[in-house]
T-cell receptor, first 114, second 111 residues
Framework: SAVISQKPSRDICQRGTSLTIQCQVD?????MFWYRQQPGQSLTLIAT?????????ESGFVIDKFPISRPNLTFSTLTVSNMSPEDSSIYLC???????????FGPGTRLLVL | GQQVMQIPQYQHVQEGEDFTTYCNSS?????IQWYKQRPGGHPVFLIQ?????EVKKQKRLTFQFGEAKKNSSLHITATQTTDVGTYFC???????????FGKGTMLLVSP
């Protein structure tokens, strides 16, 4: 299975600032995904990070708020821009699993916005 | 995207009791997946069910896919404190490579 790391693991930020979260995989993968998990809630897909093209955003998420980069097949970043307390969540990256259509998740970034 | 209902939202059992969580969809599913998230952890893939009526076992965990491929269940026999966590079902969004997760069932096991 793929080994996924995320940086930072947690952060406390002031409202109005931006935070960039990094996701690194130990093998090349085609599909990388970014999720948000608000406290006590399920996972909500933010976007699919496509290598060499713009990310595909889900309904309710926009590029200006959550810009994503995917410079190669092992790395992606998600930026949470102009943060507000409502952005306090766990942000998770995932990659396609060994079984088609399954996913492996990174350890997550726990973000608190004050 | 796909919609999937998961119940119950929460269950508290005594160690040794059984536990079951259910997922239901109004549409036929190509497959269904189950993930477990320990407190403070990240979701971990458990299993994928593809065939109508499929039953798979992992030690004390039994996974079932309904005959109509619209529902699924995860049953844990004789729960242990290590089973604590939130169990999510997840389904593929038709035509995409993305997943929609159920709301999850949080399991608490008291020793």
């Amino acid at each position: 299975s793929a080994v996924i790391s995320q940086k930072p693991s947690r952060d406390i930020c002031q409202r109005g600032t931006s935070l960039t979260i990094q996701c690194q995989v130990d093998s090349q993968v085609t599909m990388m995904f970014w999720y948000r998990q608000q406290p006590g809630q399920s996972l909500t897909l933010i976007a699919t990070a496509n290598q060499g093209s713009e990310a595909t955003y889900e309904s309710g998420f926009v590029i200006d708020k959550f810009p994503i980069s995917r410079p190669n097949l092992t790395f992606s970043t998600l930026t949470v821009s102009n943060m507000s307390p409502e952005d306090s969540s766990i942000y998770l990256c995932s990659v396609e699993g060994e079984l088609r259509e399954t996913q492996y998740f990174g350890p997550g970034t726990r973000l608190l916005v004050l | 995207g796909q919609q999937v209902m998961q119940i119950p939202q929460y269950q508290h059992v005594q160690e040794g009791e059984d536990f079951t969580t259910y997922c239901n969809s109004s549409t036929t599913l190509s497959n269904i997946q189950w993930y477990k998230q320990r407190p403070g952890g990240h979701p971990v893939f458990l299993i994928q069910l593809v065939k109508s009526g499929e039953v798979k076992k992992q030690k004390r965990l039994t996974f079932q896919f309904g005959e109509a491929k619209k529902n699924s269940s995860l049953h844990i026999t004789a729960t242990q404190t290590t089973d604590v966590g939130t169990y999510f079902c997840a389904v593929m969004n038709s035509g995409y490579s993305t997943l929609t997760f159920g709301k999850g069932t949080m399991l608490l096991v008291s020793p």
